[in-house]
């Protein structure tokens, strides 16, 4: 039996070393890992952080917990000794011997069994905080917000920091005083004897003076939690609105004051019970408290609300309406919103080269089938992978563009299985390659996107080229590889072979040492590493490739958006990713919340830049303004940069995030509304309008859109949304935040006139379904076993007048690739629908003889267009004209002439179809 208890110990042993040396390696890996990229002071910090956290916490609540049950065993034995002389205690013949029990407690392996329960509780409540560091940095190293809550009169970061801490104070000594009193609770129940059921349970104890002074704690933390809940009202969702409101104030916070009182004298009565010695006065105080807490809590403040709020609801709530107003709009940025009015005289000269740069960039292609058409015809290879579509704008030869980005990142899982093997999974395809970039405006003839960057290795159409285009740091690089190796890495296909390559990098951790190589070999579980003859002193692991995962390990405290998009640096042609992280938190008082987890506060406090290349990774504060990222600034010195320290090339293309965008308007859908009794009555709610996408509707979502603002005198990129007004159809206002350079983060918002009705988008979609000619299109293309795929309807104000644009593609149900077929443009009450956005324009506004300012490079009106006829004899005449030229053409060997013939006669039959169609 000793020799069996003597193994177990030694595996128990063996074990705690493994796991001990296992968690040692990998934090020398991760440290390795920060180290890597210059931040290991990152990595020192929270390690430091945790760990102080854990130790301190851990010895406080073992010692708290080892003196409480050292006392128990103190103050444990045979039960009927302090009972011998009392005469109305009844004891049954068993009661005079010591129990098993007894014997234990008293006996030499009890403390150790103390010791060791004592560890277990401190290690249950050091593990569950540990990771919680963050808060006690934060109210360290706190920023005040300089503005004050309008109840408690207390700045704003009394409750992002010092709330939280005292909350974590609470929480800590809370749960180890219940854990220590059902322990202590339970060894007392076991060494009670029957006197307990028989006797005078009345009498005071040793014992129950213990379990008294434990109770006494419990009702002092308790009042400490009242207190910190009286705050929480300024966050209370049970109101008219977000926030303290009348009921909140004249009763629940009169209740929370009274507990406090309460609960404190409850303590003081437990505590002098040990002298006084009448249980009973302890039982009764407790009983009364769970009374005294449903009035208070429950009866009370539904009273008040039926019978003095309700009745007299706006005169009660007026001023707590205006201060949920008045905090909303300061938590989201919408008190910075500048209005402005637009009116409307539909009196637009199309040919204003000052709106060429507006027309000219007019999004035609849509993420969604143009992400299916780069799959196609641009990632060439099985292994390569477009993950999405970015937009962004550029420079190009010479002027400002805007244009659709995708990253060709490489995905070794989609080789052939009998490929996917170690060495070219770790060693050879370790990164994508290049990328696509096309124009949002420009259709090629069969119905493509025009490519200004495209094919392996990159071609250029434009100015606008990259130098450096493999992808080690993407979305989709989720594994690690090894780099400069004896195996040489797969670089790009060339036609029936490839081409090699070698990382020149500095950033990765380098396997100079057969230490180091155990170490990953055990860390990432692959134990080739150590085996792998192609690993050198050179070579170098490269881990943590995902940008998003990147981001996370070094500043695990921030949000951050889904979706980053990529930079094309115009000075060394290197690719860059940028990254919005946020700050948030769920305790700006009266603020609405914006998600189902009560966050009512979010900043796009900072912009990260990931080097695709080399994975060095960057932060720049982009919220000055900010003071969580100002507190954070304060607890990691060097990490978060000035956004002025960006090189110019890539703050050029800062964005301002969509998904914050997003959110501001749904907040702005209400609180909008800053007069009181407007907002109390909603009598002027917005709405984000709904689109058919696909052939499906779907509310509308913002888009980044080149235009010249009123009364500005250039263009400039923007994000916009439109608004509608509840339970009407028609179009109220439009968003925008403005985003070049320094007018970046400037909300405007435009009104239109109430006394004029402006198409919302939903009666644009309709006036779409309702339009004989091309709803009948529609209808026929879907009989012809193509499907129809809508796309976002843009409004697009221009000259003090909205124009909409929408695109169809068109994909055969064999699964081909979308087409750009069709746009339809609407101006007024015109509604039209041609092969191209110039063609769209001219029939909008009349053949002037000239293009549209926005008419495409290249792009010849006259050839797309035929002239116009729905007579069926004049139209088979064109028809004929034009293929009799053609083959013409095609006998003399003029093949550029019989293609513009054929182009035509392609028109002419098309417009045949429409007017037989009619």
């Not at 249980?279 to 009370?300: A, F, H, P, T």
């Not at 005449?877 to 035509?904: F, H, P, S, T, V």
Request: proline share 5%.
């Amino acid at each position: 039996m000793a020799r069996n208890n003597r193994s177990t110990l030694r595996l128990i042993v063996f074990l705690l070393i493994l796991g001990g040396l296992s968690l040692f390696l990998h934090f020398y890996a991760d440290w390795l890992w920060f180290k890597s990229i210059n931040f290991e002071q990152v990595f020192t910090t929270i390690l430091l952080n945790k760990v102080v956290l854990y130790t301190v916490v851990f010895i406080g609540v073992f010692l708290l917990s080892y003196i409480n049950l050292i006392f128990t065993r103190k103050n444990i034995g045979p039960a009927y000794e302090e009972f011998d002389d009392d005469p109305t205690v009844i004891y049954l013949d068993e009661e005079r011997q010591k129990s098993p029990w007894q014997e234990f407690l008293k006996g030499k392996y009890a403390n150790w069994v103390f010791i060791g329960i004592s560890l277990f509780i401190a290690f249950i409540i050091s593990s569950s905080v540990a990771d919680k560091w963050i808060i006690i940095q934060q109210y360290l190293n706190q920023v005040p917000f300089n503005v004050t809550d309008p109840i408690f009169k207390k700045d704003l970061s009394f409750y992002f920091f010092d709330l939280a801490f005292y909350q974590f104070i609470y929480g800590i000594l809370m749960s180890s005083l219940v854990l220590i009193t059902l322990v202590a609770g339970t060894i007392y129940l076991f060494n009670a004897s029957s006197n307990l059921l028989f006797g005078d349970w009345r009498q005071f104890t040793v014992a129950k003076g213990h379990m008294a002074l434990l109770f006494a704690a419990i009702f002092i933390l308790q009042a400490f939690k009242y207190k910190l809940a009286s705050y929480e009202i300024l966050f209370s969702p049970d109101g008219i609105v977000f926030g303290a409101t009348y009921t909140d104030v004249y009763a629940r916070l009169v209740s929370y004051k009274a507990l406090i009182i309460i609960s404190l004298i409850i303590a003081l009565v437990i505590l002098l019970n040990i002298f006084i010695k009448r249980v009973n006065w302890i039982v009764g105080s407790i009983g009364l408290w769970l009374l005294i807490v449903l009035v208070l809590s429950g009866i009370y403040p539904g009273l008040l609300q039926k019978f003095i709020v309700q009745p007299n609801e706006f005169s009660k709530e007026k001023k707590y309406i205006e201060n949920a107003i008045k905090y909303t709009r300061q938590a989201y940025g919408l008190d910075r919103a500048e209005n402005k009015y637009f009116d409307i005289n539909y009196q637009i000269d199309i040919g204003d080269e000052k709106d060429a740069p507006t027309i000219n960039n007019i999004r035609l292609w849509d993420w969604q089938p143009l992400l299916t058409t780069y799959k196609s015809l641009q990632e060439l290879r099985p292994y390569y992978v477009f993950n999405d579509v970015d937009i962004d704008r550029y420079v190009i030869d010479g002027q400002y563009r805007q244009v659709m980005l995708a990253v060709r990142e490489i995905s070794p899982g989609e080789l052939p299985e009998n490929a996917r093997t170690w060495i070219n999974e770790r060693l050879m395809y370790t990164h994508g390659y290049g990328l696509v970039v096309s124009p949002v405006n420009e259709v090629e003839e069969e119905g493509f996107p025009r490519f200004f960057i495209k094919d392996i290795p990159p071609a250029f159409t434009t100015d606008l080229k990259v130098k450096r285009p493999e992808i080690y740091f993407g979305e989709l690089t989720d594994s690690y590889v090894i780099v400069n190796t004896e195996q040489k890495e797969f670089d790009y296909p060339m036609g029936e072979k490839n081409v090699y390559c070698f990382y020149s990098g500095k950033n990765g951790i380098k396997l100079d040492s057969i230490t180091k190589k155990l170490m990953f070999a055990w860390v990432l579980k692959d134990y080739k590493i150590l085996l792998s003859s192609d690993i050198t002193e050179e070579s170098q692991i490269l881990m943590n490739r995902n940008i998003i995962e990147r981001a996370k390990k070094i500043a695990p405290y921030l949000e951050f958006d889904e979706d980053p998009y990529i930079i094309i640096n115009t000075t060394d042609g290197r690719l860059y990713w940028m990254i919005d992280a946020y700050t948030y938190s769920e305790k700006y008082p009266y603020s609405q919340p914006f998600d189902s987890e009560g966050n009512n506060y979010i900043r796009n406090a900072v912009k990260i830049v990931v080097d695709a290349y080399t994975g060095q990774i960057d932060f720049y504060i982009a919220d000055k303004s900010d003071p969580i990222i100002k507190t954070y600034s304060k607890i990691f010195p060097g990490v978060f940069k000035p956004i002025e320290a960006m090189p110019k090339e890539l703050k050029s293309h800062v964005r301002y995030p969509s998904r914050l965008f997003t959110i501001q308007a749904k907040m702005y859908q209400t609180f909008h509304m800053t007069d009181p009794n407007v907002f109390y009555n909603k009598e002027d709610i917005w709405l984000i309008p709904t689109e058919i996408v696909g052939n499906k509707p779907v509310e509308m979502e913002p888009y980044y859109i080149i235009m010249r603002l009123p009364e500005e005198a250039k263009e400039e990129y923007i994000l916009m949304l439109p608004f509608t007004p509840k339970n009407r159809p028609n179009m109220v206002a439009w968003m925008c935040m403005r985003i070049d350079g320094e007018n970046y983060g400037k909300m405007l918002v435009y009104n239109f006139p109430k006394h004029e009705t402006i198409y919302g988008p939903n009666q644009l979609e309709s006036r779409i379904n309702q339009d004989t000619y091309i709803s009948q299109q529609i209808s026929l293309w879907d009989q012809r076993g193509s499907n129809v795929y809508r796309g976002n309807l843009l409004v697009i104000p221009i000259q003090n007048s909205i124009l909409y644009v929408e695109p169809l593609y068109l994909q055969a149900e064999n699964g081909k690739i979308p087409e750009l077929k069709r746009v339809i443009a609407a101006f007024e009450n015109k509604i039209v629908m041609e092969p191209t956005l110039d063609a769209a324009l001219i029939k909008l506004f009349g053949e002037t003889g000239a293009k549209p300012p926005g008419t495409a490079p290249g792009a010849d009106v006259n050839v797309e267009i035929p002239v116009v006829s729905d007579d069926l004899k004049e139209l088979a005449k064109q028809a004929r004209q034009y293929y009799d030229r053609a083959n013409q053409l095609l006998q003399e060997g003029d093949w550029a002439g019989y293609g513009e013939n054929i182009k035509k006669l392609d028109e002419v039959i098309r417009q045949m179809e429409e007017a037989a169609a009619r």
